[in-house]
């Protein structure tokens, strides 16, 4: 909308804001929107987008279109920059993350071997590159593989060394 009524305007904006030293009309409806909706909204919206992804990490369908389409809204706000994405969405979606995979590692090194804890783990990292390839940005990607490998293995990984042994006595 903001395009097509800044072309409608084009002239005012060439001349009229030009030659009074105002911001241009992309700008203004920009910074009008980022007070009036983004600012309002942006906890409401991420905190549903994070528990979209949760349920989806749970096995439950989601529709990646509109998590996509919600998400690329950051990356317009900061017209084409990634500082709102990165700021408002992503910093709380690896602390999610983080506390999501610590529960799920805490319940599965206590109830799983090593082998079907470490194929686990495989099956999550490779969900996560899918999620990232779905709808998150790409530079998400390397931020996001660090914080479950951190989770599903650094954190327990005196846990996981003797569930090794373990295993490797038993056969």
């Not at 700008?27 to 919206?45: A, H, I, P, R, W």
């Not at 983080?98 to 799920?104: D, L, T, V």
């Not at 805490?106 to 999550?124: A, N, Q, R």
């Not at 990232?132 to 650094?154: A, I, N, P, W």
Request: net charge negative; aromatic share 14%; glycine share 4%.
């Amino acid at each position: 909308m903001t395009y097509w009524l800044s072309r409608f305007f084009q002239f005012l904006d060439r001349y009229f804001t030009a030659n009074r030293r105002l911001p241009k009309l992309l700008e203004t409806s920009f910074m009008t929107f980022y007070e009036l909706v983004y600012g309002e909204m942006n906890d409401q919206v991420r905190d549903a987008v994070i528990s979209m992804i949760d349920q989806e990490r749970e096995g439950d369908q989601i529709d990646h279109a509109l998590v996509k389409n919600v998400l690329d809204i950051y990356t317009e706000m900061g017209e084409g920059s990634m500082k709102y994405y990165q700021k408002d969405f992503e910093e709380a979606m690896l602390v999610d993350t983080g506390a999501f995979y610590s529960q799920k590692a805490s319940i599965w090194i206590t109830s799983e071997s090593y082998k079907d804890y470490m194929l686990k783990v495989e099956g999550c990292l490779k969900q996560e590159t899918e999620r990232v390839s779905c709808y998150l940005q790409h530079t998400s990607q390397q931020k996001l593989l660090e914080v479950v490998e951190h989770e599903l293995l650094f954190v327990f990984a005196s846990k996981l060394e003797e569930k090794k042994q373990l295993d490797s006595e038993a056969a």
